[in-house]
Nanobody, 122 residues
């Protein structure tokens, strides 16, 4: 069974930090690529950060590069997203993803978590 469970969302002031966690079932965590996407109200889902697990290569969208960091803990089947210097435009539902290939194209992602809300106020 493929299962992805996110946690760690919440409300913060602009400039604050949050750390999201995604705990995956064994099957989900065996995928080559884990990632984080987000979807703001009224907007399309977009890729934020990807991690090619076997070699640790990471990819970031331009909007979060330098502020967000994706990492993994293999002992816990967990992927994290450390978000620093948060801005109001980072407000969105954040989704964990699992896929065979690293892509920021949402239609090509087969597995999703249920999402965790991040709200950044100015």
């Amino acid at each position: 069974q493929v299962q992805l469970v996110e946690s760690g969302g919440g409300s913060v002031q602009e400039g604050g930090s949050l750390k999201l966690s995604c705990t995956a079932s064994t099957r989900a965590y065996s995928a080559s690529c884990m990632g984080w996407f987000r979807q703001a109200s009224g907007k399309e889902r977009e890729g934020v950060a990807l991690l090619y697990r076997s070699i640790g290569t990471t990819y970031y969208s331009d909007s979060v590069k330098g502020r967000f960091t994706i990492s993994q803990d293999n002992a816990k089947n967990t992927v994290y997203l450390q978000m620093n210097s948060l801005k109001p435009e980072d407000t969105a539902m954040y989704y964990c993803s699992s896929s065979g290939a690293c892509t920021m194209d949402p239609p090509r992602i087969p597995y999703w978590g249920q999402g965790t809300q991040v709200t950044v106020s100015s």
